[in-house]
Every structure is written in C-alpha cells, then in structure tokens.
C-alpha cells in the first residue's frame, strides 16, 4: 500500500530537506560578562523463514513512501534525484505542495494510516536499521498529528527562512539541462500566482483567528517581496536561465532564444506578480484583522502548538520546562567557564577583540585547511569535492549568513555552500561558519552518512535537531583547529555557546511564558546587555521565528550530553574519534533513540 509521508516540517516548507540555511546571525548579543563504528542497512534482510516476509514488506512500504515523497514536488524531484531513471521513477506533473482548503486534514489522516500501518508491523522481527527507521517514522508522525490538531498556528512566511525567501534560491538552483526541464522551469513559475493565492487563503484563516503575523513580521516580509517584485530583485533569475540555456550544447541558437523569452515572460508574469500579489494581499488581512504580537504564547492551543513544534524542531524529548532548565544550567555553566579564564588572563579580554582566524578571506583555502585538521579527530571524509558560491545582491537582506544546499541523493559530489556578502554579516567569523557549513559540518556529515548506504527514505526526512546540532557542535569545535591560544579559543567558543543559550531562553520566555518586549529588555539587562534597540532587534527576531534557534542549541546540547555520557561509561576508553563515527554513522534521528543506540555501543566498546 502506497502511503505518503506527510509533515507540516517536511513538505509545506519547501526547503527544509533542501536547504541547509545556517549559522544564524547573533551578532546583536555581544557577550562578554562582567576510529569508524559498524553500519547497516534496511537491505540487510534476515535469511530467516518467519521474519523474512515482514522484513521484505517492511522494505516495500519504506520504498513505496520514499516514492510518494520524492515525486511530491518537483523541486524536491529535481534537486533530490540527479538520475531518476536509475530509482526507476519518471518526473511528476509539475506541482508544488499548496494550503489547499483540506490540506491539512488530509495531512493528519494521512499521518493516522501512516501510524496505523506502522503498528501492522511486527517490531521484533525487523533488522536493527529497519527498527532504527521504524522509531524514526513513528516520532515524526507522533509531532505531526499534534502540529496538524493545532495548524492554525504554522506560519509559512517567516522572516529568516520563509517560503518567500527560500523560492528564489530554489529556482536559481533548479538543473536545466535539456528541454524537458526547461519546459517544467516554465510551467512551475506558472504555478506562483496559484501557489500564492493557497497561501494567501490560509493567512486570511490565520487573521480570522486572531494569530496572523506580528506587526514587524509583516513589515520585513513585505519589503522582502518588494524587493523581489523589483526589476533588481527578479532580474537575476532571469539573468540566470538566460545564461544557463545558453550554455546547453543541446539546443540550437533559435530553440535558445526561444526559451529564454519563454523564462523571462514567466518570470516577469508570475514570479514578479506574484510576490506584488503576495504584498497586496498581506495589506488587505493587516488592515482587517490587525496583528498577534504575543507569538505562541497566545493561548492553550497555541502553546501545545509551540510544544510540538520545539519537539519537531529539536528532536529532544525533554519537556519545555526541562529545555528551560537545562538552557539556564548550561548559562551559568558557559559564565563561570568564561570568568575562569578572564580572571586567570587579565589581557585576553583584547585578544578577543584582535584575533586572527585562518584564512579569512579565502573561503576554498579554509575548507581545505579544516578538511586536513579534522582527520585525528574524526573519519576520514568520503568526499572532499565542494563549491563556494555568493548569495546574489538582490538576496543578501534577507538570506542566512550562509547555508549548504543539500545535492542530489545519487551525486553527493556536487556540494555547494553560499556565502551572504551582506554588510550586515561583515562582523562575522568565516572559519567557524565554513566548518559548521563544510567540514565537519552539513556537507562532511551529509556525505558521510550517505556513505554508509541508507535507505533513501532517510535522505528526505527532516531531523533539524541532529543536523543543526551537529554542525553547532562542531562549529565551536572549529576553534580549536585555529592555532589560537588555548585560552582564546575556549572563550571564543564559550562566547558562541552562551550567546544562542541567550537566543534559546527568550525564544522560550516569548512562546512558552509570554514574554513582552519589557521582559526580554529586563532578561538581557541580567546580562549585561543595555541597548535597547540590540533587546528590540532580538525580540522581534524571536518572535516571528519560534524554535528557529532551539533546534542549533538545543540539538548542540543534546550532543554535548551524549559525548560527556560516553566519557564517564567509558572512563580510559573512550575516543573523541569514536564518538565522533558512532553519531556520524547512527545518522539523523531524533535523541532518545540515539541514546538508545549510544548504551549498545558502549556495551560492545566495553566487551571490547
């Protein structure tokens, strides 16, 4: 029976599995206080008579929503698959996922058959990895009931990873080679004005319930979608099809004239109307119905929402009050570390004012540079081949910093990770941010985990927590690769660490506790933090981007209490570089369930 895996995390947000949007900025806070593990896979079917049968079915199910999902967006078809032929898989009409009127009462039956079908298999006679993929599955359809009981609350358009910004990029990224393709680039930019009419349709929902965006959401995201309505802002991706059918040797110079006309009218009809229709609109509801400027701390319903949503987002099992509990711990923790080495190095307040990362300037040069230090310290990189691309100027004001963008199942040589020139991002460190973008972050942990021959279902599913966890763990990791004072280094990173334990704790005052703007001011103030338009700019970036930040810091966390638990199971034994393979090769998912997979582990390195 062929299901399809839906997720509000998954599919609604076009770019969660495709993009990789990273390194937030936190530039605002300035805080400073007063050897491989073995693998399997769902293919490893037991040669036994009684669980052979349940092992094959089990497979065909994995096989048939690995299907269903690739094929339910051709931008996810496109940019997931380089070779569909050899999945034995043709493209889909060209669609993109809507807010149709059923659209998420469909989602939660579809995620009830999911579970249901789930259950029909019995659990013990699955493969270890078939029951790995098992539990995953069954948590993520767990968080998507409770997200889809409480939908109203999902906002599409946020300001640092909404649907608004990440199309563009999507597009840019979309392959044309041949006609075929170019074709479907035409008709998916005809689909825009309907795509965005869906979306329209659900934020008038949004307004009618009292919980359409805040106030400075609205006015971030419309001068977003201003920008892009703008010749300087659509005007790049037309230039960009231009220059790519014209580099296709597989057309004449007549069928290229033709196609890119065809692309510029479709862009400059759809994708530029449409954002001009996207601004109308969002007028019209914020003249009607006004704005929710409490965030998810609204109600009941909007809080269990913002409960799901964290749970989603993080992968962590704790309850909110526990993630407050450990976020304050790890606070203290980060202020006591820092005022050890201040206090015992008087002068390095200034070294942190005057340090030297290498190769600041030369993106290529420093992924090299960590590529070659991590060896001791992690497995050896299955793939080294990478590419370091700009962020276009018309979308530097409102794209992350950096982010990699997820290649193609079957060609995960072709890794690119863009670089945001943006001003705003000038004050910046590049070295931490290409490790938690390179290596050993997304591209080096994506990669690897491909290496050891997944299920393809496992490419496509959306475990934030891990993956954002992972490349926030090794990026203050990084700084001690950069032939900096000991002392230095610790505190840069501390620095980091305490800064998105800030983020996190008033992401969780503003949704859980219904935090005001006084509030965060009074919080920070603790801090040292006394600026006001610096407390403003985080509240309001807080607000209109709930769990953004919880999945790095908390998914960081989570990590940093599996390594510290490791260590004391394993005394003289353990191995940084063993840990690093065990969470490398258990791959992507939620942390209970890497725990679990950490205890067996550790009993077989202690028989060992």
């Not at 149709?100 to 009462?105: E, K, L």
């Not at 009809?269 to 998810?296: A, V, W």
């Not at 070295?431 to 972050?441: I, K, S, V, W, Y």
Request: with cysteine; proline share 4%.
């Amino acid at each position: 029976m062929k299901q399809k895996l839906l997720s509000l995390l998954l599919c609604l947000v076009l770019t969660t599995t495709l993009i990789y949007g990273c390194r937030q900025d936190n530039s605002n806070i300035n805080s400073k206080p007063e050897t491989t593990t073995e693998t399997t896979t769902s293919g490893n079917i037991s040669t036994d008579d009684d669980n052979y049968p349940v092992q094959e079915a089990f497979n065909e199910f994995l096989d048939d929503c690995f299907e269903s999902l690739i094929t339910s967006s051709t931008f996810t078809f496109r940019l997931r698959l380089h070779d569909p032929d050899s999945f034995g898989l043709s493209a889909p009409e060209v669609c993109i996922d809507t807010f149709s009127d059923t659209y998420f009462t469909d989602t939660m039956n579809e995620s009830t058959i999911l579970k249901d079908t789930l259950a029909g298999f019995e659990y013990a006679s699955l493969t270890s990895e078939q029951q790995l993929i098992y539990d995953i599955l069954e948590d993520i359809v767990e968080c998507d009931l409770l997200l889809c009981k409480n939908y109203i609350y999902y906002e599409p358009l946020t300001t640092m990873s909404g649907i608004q910004n990440q199309l563009p990029v999507l597009f840019s990224e979309l392959p044309l080679t041949d006609e075929e393709t170019i074709i479907e680039c035409i008709n998916l930019l005809n689909t825009i004005p309907d795509y965005f009419q869906t979306i329209i349709n659900f934020e008038n929902e949004k307004g009618k319930a009292g919980c359409f965006m805040s106030e400075n959401a609205y006015n971030d995201i419309v001068k977003q979608c201003n920008t892009l309505a703008s010749p300087s802002g659509y005007g790049f991706l037309q230039k960009h099809f231009e220059n790519t059918v014209n580099s296709l040797d597989c057309l004449d110079d007549t069928k290229k004239a033709s196609y890119v006309s065809q692309l510029k009218d479709a862009v400059a009809d759809n994708f530029m109307e449409g954002y001009t229709y996207l601004t109308d609109e969002l007028d019209i509801i914020s003249t009607r119905y006004g704005h929710n400027n409490e965030g998810l701390s609204l109600n009941d319903k909007s809080i269990s929402y913002y409960e799901a949503l964290v749970k989603s987002y993080t992968g962590s099992s704790k309850t909110i009050e526990e993630l407050i509990s450990a976020v304050d711990k790890a606070l203290e923790n980060d202020i006591y570390n820092m005022q050890v080495i201040l206090l015992s190095n008087p002068d390095i307040s200034d070294s942190m004012e005057n340090y030297t990362l290498p190769y600041e300037d030369d993106p290529n040069a420093a992924l090299n540079y960590l590529k070659e230090e991590i060896t001791e310290t992690f497995p050896k990189a299955p793939v080294d081949s990478f590419t370091v691309e700009n962020v276009d100027k018309a979308l530097e004001d409102f794209l992350s910093p950096a982010f990699y963008l997820i290649p193609a199942i079957d060609d995960m040589n072709t890794n690119i990770i863009f670089i945001n020139n943006s001003s705003s991002y000038g004050d910046m460190d590049l070295f931490p941010t290409l490790a938690h973008e390179g290596f050993p972050g997304h591209l080096y942990q994506t990669t690897y985990f491909a290496a050891t021959n997944p299920h393809p279902i496992r490419h496509l599913l959306n475990l934030g927590g891990y993956v954002e966890g992972w490349a926030k763990y090794v990026e203050l990791y990084s700084y001690s690769l950069c032939n900096l004072d000991e002392n230095l280094a610790s505190l840069l990173a501390l620095n980091q660490s305490y800064s998105f334990a800030l983020y996190s704790r008033i992401d969780m005052g503003i949704h859980y506790e219904g935090w005001g703007l006084q509030d965060v001011k009074k919080f920070l103030l603790d801090y040292g933090i006394t600026d006001s338009a610096t407390s403003l700019s985080i509240y309001n970036t807080l607000l209109d981007n709930p769990g953004i930040y919880l999945q790095y810091y908390i998914g960081y966390l989570e990590i940093c209490q599996l390594r510290d638990y490791a260590k004391s199971a394993l005394g003289d034994n353990f191995s940084l570089l063993g840990f690093h393979a065990f969470i490398l090769n258990a791959g992507p998912c939620q942390f209970d369930i890497l725990r679990d997979k950490m205890d067996v582990w550790i009993e077989k390195q202690t028989d060992n």
